[in-house]
């Protein structure tokens, strides 16, 4: 069975915790030269995402596959520092096998350019030689840690931006569908899915205060109402406002539950979430 690890889950200016980003996992560890294999998806603003990893016991050289989504600074600035991380165990020769980094085919020069203008050629010396860069396409499919992934554009107002859908090793689909409100453009890839990741700037009833619309994100009620008109078992909602953590979980579920009646799951950074029925 595998494991969803929450890295974080704010929003771009969030400080009070991690922007939203997450790995998957088996939950138990495979005896495998490479070690225990994780795929990460996407990196946060900055080498906040070195603690995170730290924190959830995440060793970087067991990293072998990363998504990132899009060109937001919150989604795309850690990877310069997991290249130097992952560069650096490359020359101490204690990184086995290779990196591949997928993204839509406009981020490759995008993620190459920041890292050889912040990081030492020491550590990038590896691009398209170790550190393999995937471009895709609407509907690509690749294999990660023995699943098939199906990459999709989600049709995003600002920019461009892919999620994934994949099934797990129990026969179960998840879906994560970026940190943008969801459009039936994508009816196609995420009909049927047992889990749905899915972003919620605020509460419904502070909309008012928190403008999430003029931020293309939507709010915990019409998160809950999609996945309930969906008959999504379950729902993931994170991507928040960060100006009620200590009460984000009980207001959100409290909303949400009006709304949906799944297995509705507001994530703290660093929990570990089961991926089961």
């Known amino acids: 069975m595998e494991e969803l690890v929450v890295l974080g889950t704010g929003y771009a200016e969030a400080v009070r915790c991690f922007n939203t980003c997450f790995a998957i996992r088996d939950n138990k560890p495979k005896e495998s030269p490479i070690g225990r294999e994780t795929f990460l998806v996407d990196s946060g603003g900055g080498n906040g995402i070195l603690k995170a990893l730290l924190d959830a016991d995440i060793d970087c050289k067991d990293i072998h596959h990363i998504f990132v989504t899009h060109e937001h600074t919150d989604h795309i600035l850690g990877m310069p520092w997991l290249i130097r991380v992952i560069g650096k165990a490359m020359n101490q020769e204690k990184y086995v096998g290779n990196l591949y980094i997928y993204c839509h085919a406009d981020l490759v020069d995008t993620i190459k350019t920041i890292t050889q203008l912040t990081v030492q050629k020491k550590f990038w010396k590896y691009f398209d030689d170790r550190i393999i860069f995937v471009p895709l396409n609407d509907g690509d499919k690749q294999t990660i840690l023995g699943r098939e992934t199906t990459f999709f554009d989600i049709h995003s107002t600002k920019a461009k931006q892919y999620g994934f859908t994949c099934q797990l090793a129990s026969g179960l689909k998840l879906t994560c569908a970026g940190d943008e409100p969801y459009t039936e453009m994508i009816n196609s890839y995420v009909d049927g899915s047992d889990w749905l990741l899915h ?33 999504i078992p379950n729902l993931v909602l994170w991507h928040t406002e960060d100006k009620h953590l200590a009460d984000r979980k009980k207001l959100y579920e409290a909303e949400g539950r009006e709304f949906y009646h799944g297995n509705l799951i507001v994530p703290d950074d660093g929990d570990i979430i089961r991926l089961k029925k």
């Open 199 to 231: 972003e919620a700037f605020c509460l419904y009833s502070m909309r008012d205060k928190f403008n999430p619309y003029e931020k293309h994100h939507s709010t915990v009620r019409e998160a809950c109402a999609l996945a309930e008109k969906m008959k």
